[in-house]
């Protein structure tokens, strides 16, 4: 068969690439490959243990989007890419021909092979595969003992579900503190603090030598000698590219996995894109390559790459990563978005901090208030927003998002100080002593300060 557009994967990148390139492309046929008939929602997955209940409550609706939009589904496995022909292999032998190739392959679970006895029974790791998740859920049930390894986004977030479900839970991070890539220590220690009046054991600044059992897992040697008992072990130990298809077509990669694409999503090939956490990222503010896979990247991304497909646009380039990132732990929020004070360190900006701790909704009194914290990151010489992190109540996902774009349109502190904002005592923190504000306020304070001085 043949088709205008193939799309391989339907998670939030490909489902997001090939529905934006049928709304502007109406003409063109899209047909979407994919393994599985039901896709999952990816920041939904630690969810399925506990609050959620199974994954058959956390299906992204593609099929019925793709089918809304007039886009053919096919569900198999993609074997190879010959790109010289323009076209793919299939695991049952059809060949599909296309006129322009979308990459929504993903990623996988890194698991360490390095690590004695990574693979005995109840060793599981986190992917985006709703028959392995199942299967998981079933033999976890009946265990009492769980280890997480690895304190990041997933570590946290699933562990967090587990003593919600009245299992006994140690998370274990090398780092000194948990969510200690994505957060500054003052933020990750709000976060930790939390998490053990959860009811998590939390170990950090040690990591795992050994995990034990002759068949099945019996617990985990710590490199300090100490020994953890486990009926099961969730190795959250970060994902890597699924770039092997892209690699065996001859594709250019990254010396991080990643494939390489330009601005418009495009590989070295034009006629084929990449999108998601297949693709290579780099960083909004530093240019660097960034390990960044998130859902809400990979639907920018698609967009990108949706839009562009058959006629380039001088003005819709994908220009950087901001890495956006929030969770929450009960009732408080964490979020995160552009540099964090320690990368800001590491990269040698000169650069200033604004912080303020107030309350987000007005007045004080007032049922389901909590105390919002920001931390404003902003350069010296030009006043520009780098970055900011907060941690309060549930509403700290949007503010995330604000400060997100904020970095994306290099404001100033001098615009977000004049900026007008909209209040109400139900829904923010007083006009007054708007947290935000005032930690630009904070902020600005230092910048004049230091030029006084100079």
């Known amino acids: 068969m043949k088709t205008d557009v193939l799309v391989i994967g339907s998670s939030a990148a490909g489902l997001v690439a090939a529905t934006t ?8 046929e899209f047909t979407v490959v994919t393994k599985q008939a039901k896709t999952l929602i990816p920041c939904g997955i630690p969810y399925v243990f506990g609050s959620v209940g199974s994954t058959d409550n ?40 296309y006129d322009k190739l979308v990459l929504g392959t993903g990623s996988n679970p890194y698991k360490p092979e390095w690590l004695k006895g990574v693979n005995l029974e109840n060793v599981f ?31 946290v977030e699933i562990s967090d579900e587990f003593v919600k479900a009245k299992k006994d839970v140690t998370l274990i991070e090398k780092l000194p503190h ?40 019996e617990g985990v040697l710590l490199d300090n000698g100490e020994k953890i008992e486990a009926d099961a072990i969730i190795l959250s130990m970060g994902y890597k590219p699924n770039s092997e298809l892209a690699a065996k077509s001859g594709l250019a ?57 058959f006629k380039l646009s001088a003005i819709k380039t994908f220009s950087g990563t901001i ?89 100033t502190i001098n615009s977000l100080l004049t900026a007008q904002i909209g209040t109400h005592p139900l829904l923010t923190a007083s006009p007054a002593g708007y947290p935000l504000i005032k930690a630009a306020e904070n902020a600005s304070g230092k910048i004049m300060f230091t030029e006084k001085i100079v």
């Open 21 to 28: 390139g049928k709304r502007i492309y109406k003409d063109k």
């Open 58 to 97: 956390n299906i992204l609706p593609a099929e019925k989007m793709f089918e809304a939009s007039g886009i053919k589904q096919i569900y198999n496995d993609v074997q190879s890419i010959d790109r010289e022909n323009k076209s793919v292999l299939l695991e049952n032998g059809e060949v599909i021909e």
């Open 125 to 155: 790791s986190v992917p985006k595969n709703k028959v392995y998740l199942d299967e998981m859920q079933l033999k976890i049930e009946s265990c009492k003992k769980i280890i997480t390894i690895g304190a990041g986004f997933i570590g």
């Open 178 to 217: 948990i969510l200690g890539l994505a957060f500054d220590e003052d933020v990750s220690i709000k976060a930790e603090t939390i998490l053990k009046e959860r009811g998590v054991n939390v170990k950090t600044g040690v990591g795992v030598k050994e995990i034990l059992g002759s068949n099945k897992v």
């Open 253 to 309: 990669i990254s010396d991080k996995g990643f494939i390489k694409v330009d601005e418009y999503m495009r590989t070295e090939d034009p006629d084929v894109f990449a999108v998601g956490d297949c693709a290579e990222k780099r960083d909004f503010v530093t240019r660097k390559p960034s390990p960044i896979m998130l859902a809400s990247t990979a639907c920018a991304e698609s967009r990108i790459a949706g839009m562009n497909l």
């Open 323 to 411: 890495s956006i990132f929030s969770t929450a732990l009960g009732n408080t929020g964490f979020g995160v978005a552009g540099l964090t004070e320690t990368i800001a360190k590491q990269e040698n900006f000169d650069f200033v901090t604004g912080v303020f701790e107030g309350i987000d909704r007005h007045p004080g009194t007032l049922s389901d208030t909590h105390t919002q914290f920001v931390k404003l990151i902003v350069g010296k010489e030009s006043g520009v927003i780098l970055g900011g992190e907060v941690a309060g109540g549930l509403s700290i996902g949007e503010l995330t998002n604000t400060i997100g774009i904020i970095i994306q349109n290099r404001m």
